[in-house]
């Protein structure tokens, strides 16, 4: 196991101490995983504060970029991961951002002045071409409040961006139990049926399984049936792309659904 494939994917309980093992068995701590990351963009991406303070102590490059251009503490600012953050300027990170990273900032803080602002002096920052800056849309879509995806919308940004397990913005707000934004997303146009490569699922799929396993789904049951409705009733497909005319897709969508979205899909199905 590598330890971008640790800290990304299979850090659990004993996570801090698989860590250590692997950085004192001699991994380099500064290599860059498939996507051109460090393991200490991968780390304050997924929000460990204390593999940052680990991997930082074994010599990782506080400052280093991804291909984006940006570092780990632009990712933990980014996404007000605020302990990382702190924990990176008391180490002696580099602090200063591009003006996209201090409009996303903004939106993430509800600083929705300051963004229009920002907007108006930079009237590209809603949609850079920069794959770590353009998704903020897809960033705010989990998230409680509306307003910012509306204007990010209406700013002409990227419906189609990746952000989280490589999902658009429908997909996070279907994961996260955001059916207000995921309703003004598919009113503009996002796509329904992009399966994303992490997971291999559309939309759909991860309300599905959000219905299960997403935190406090159990006392969340109303938002994603109301979340499987809206998608299904906006077109959403039940085949995997490259094989229409089989149910394997549907199949996977009844096995990980919770009971009242299972009953949700197949009253669909039966008409």
Known sequence: MTLHELLDFEYGSDGD????QLLDAGVNVNARGDHG???LHVAARRRRREAVAILLDHGADIDATNPCGKTAYAHATRRRFNEVAELLIERGAETKLTDADRFAVALVEGR???ARALLAEHPGLARTGNAEEDRILADLAGRHETEPVVFLIESGADL????????TA???AAWFGQPANARVLIEAGAPLDLF??????????WAVHGSRYSGGADERQDVYVELVHMLLDA????HYPNEPDRNSYM???LTDASLRVETVLRQFTTG
């Open 37 to 39: 990351e460090t393991a």
């Open 160 to 167: 189609a961006a990746l952000a989280l397990d490589g999902g």
């Open 17 to 20: 101490a698989a860590l250590r």
């Open 251 to 253: 199949s996977r969508l």
């Open 170 to 172: 429908l997909h996070q």
């Open 112 to 114: 929705l002045d300051e």
């Open 235 to 238: 077109g959403s497909g039940l």
């Open 196 to 205: 994303e490569t992490v997971h291999g699922s559309s939309p759909l799929g």
